[in-house]
Every structure is written in C-alpha cells, then in structure tokens.
C-alpha cells in the first residue's frame, strides 16, 4: 500500500483543526467567528486553521524549551497555559490578516485550545490512518 501524498496529509489536518475551531466557536462563549455566509465561514475557518498550524509549528516549540522547568514544575499543567497562550495568539494573528474570527481573552482561548484539542483527537481517531500520517 503506497502511502498518500504529502498534500493529502495536510489537506486532512488542516481540515481537522478547521472543524475543530468551528466546534470552538459554536461550544466556546468569546470566541466568534463573525463570517455572513457559510462559505465564508468555511474559508475562514480553513486560514484559523492554518495561522493555527503556523502558530503550533514556530512559535510552541520555542515557547516549550523556554518554559521547560515550568513544564518540570507543574507536572505538565503548564501545556494547558502554553496552549492557550497559542490559541490567543492565534486569535491575535487572524485578526491582523483580517480573518474575522475573534478570542475574547484568556479563558476563552484556555477553553478553547481545550476543545480544540479534545475534537481534533476525536477526529484523528475516524480518519483512517493511511490518510493521517500521524
């Protein structure tokens, strides 16, 4: 069996964390995504998606070496701070792209990298794994 291309592989991620932003939206009070049509919805949640990619793929990593004895210190809790610090961020940037999608502070971001997170891993779990090279 070959494998799927590279482009599939990210076409299906970046789509994951785009459902996965819109569940956000709809569970989630402070984060809004302020689109008048589902088509523009739709796209917008695929750039979130993908400044989210971005954001996880730069930033995280530097942000996890750094805060390592905080990491060590709190036995892990301080992944569920970094993440919400990403999804404000996230929020941040798309705003600056003039994405309309909006994170009305910390505690919406906390909750929302939270349900993020929760259905992404939800819906890694159907996709079958000859389609998400994970």
Do not use: E, Q
């Amino acid at each position: 069996m070959t494998p799927p291309s590279p482009v599939l592989t990210f076409t299906i991620r970046t789509l994951v964390v785009a459902a996965s932003l819109w569940v956000a939206t709809v569970l989630v009070g402070g984060i809004r995504l302020d689109s008048a049509g589902t088509s523009t919805s739709i796209l917008t949640l695929i750039g979130v998606a993908l400044v989210f990619g971005l954001v996880n793929a730069v930033v995280k990593p530097i942000v996890a070496t750094l805060g390592c004895p905080l990491y060590i210190l709190t036995l892990g809790l301080f992944a569920l701070v970094v993440n919400a610090l990403m999804f404000l961020l996230t929020g941040w940037l798309s705003s600056v792209l003039n994405l309309p999608f909006t994170v009305d502070g910390f505690w919406a971001a906390f909750w929302g990298a939270i349900v993020v997170g929760i259905v992404s891993f939800f819906l890694h779990l159907v996709i079958p794994d000859r389609l998400d090279n994970r």
